[in-house]
């Protein structure tokens, strides 16, 4: 997962950003063909710490252009604790996904998919009460509607869904 897609057309990544890539056109068909619904937006950001609190923006501006407030705070707290996952355990790049669920009569909701290089998939635990990490994957399994991994020979891809309710 590499570059930008721009759910709302607008020319390439914010600056300072530390973003990499160039817009690309959105889906007009949005999501499963829904006329009307935007399309996923992706980045790739550099293995650094700074890209955590850039990956947190760009999930709230684009939740609130897709009008998909009642998930946006959860939305970015998941994505915080993914994207640290991926700093922490893997090296490379860390991309990310969003993509809308659901249509206008389901209420609509979110998918969001973090990538990274390692192929081996996050283990669901739980920590120790004086452990510092180790919660961030039972927070997203506990909140999330449904949520999975993709392992590959380029790494994996952790992601969930949530819906409009939260």
Not at 115 to 141: I, K, N, Y
């Amino acid at each position: 997962m590499t570059g930008f897609r721009d759910p709302t057309g607008t020319a390439g990544p914010p600056p300072g950003s530390g973003l990499t890539g160039s817009a690309g056109p959105s889906d007009p068909a949005g999501p499963a063909g829904l006329a009307g619904s935007p399309g996923p937006a992706e980045w790739s950001f550099p293995a650094d710490p700074g890209c955590v609190r850039t990956a947190r923006a760009v999930v709230r501006d684009t939740l609130r252009t897709w009008h998909l407030d009642p998930v946006t705070d959860l939305a970015v707290l998941l994505v915080s604790e993914l994207v640290t996952n991926s700093l922490r355990y893997a090296s490379g790049p860390v991309g990310l996904r969003l993509r809308p669920v659901g249509g206008p009569d389901a209420g609509g909701g979110v998918r969001v998919e973090v990538s990274d290089t390692l192929p081996v998939p996050p283990l669901l635990r739980t920590a120790a009460p004086d452990e510092e990490g180790g919660r961030g994957l039972l927070l997203v399994a506990s909140v999330a509607v449904r949520w999975g991994t993709r392992c590959g020979g380029m790494g994996k891809t952790v992601w969930f869904e949530l819906g409009s309710a939260g």
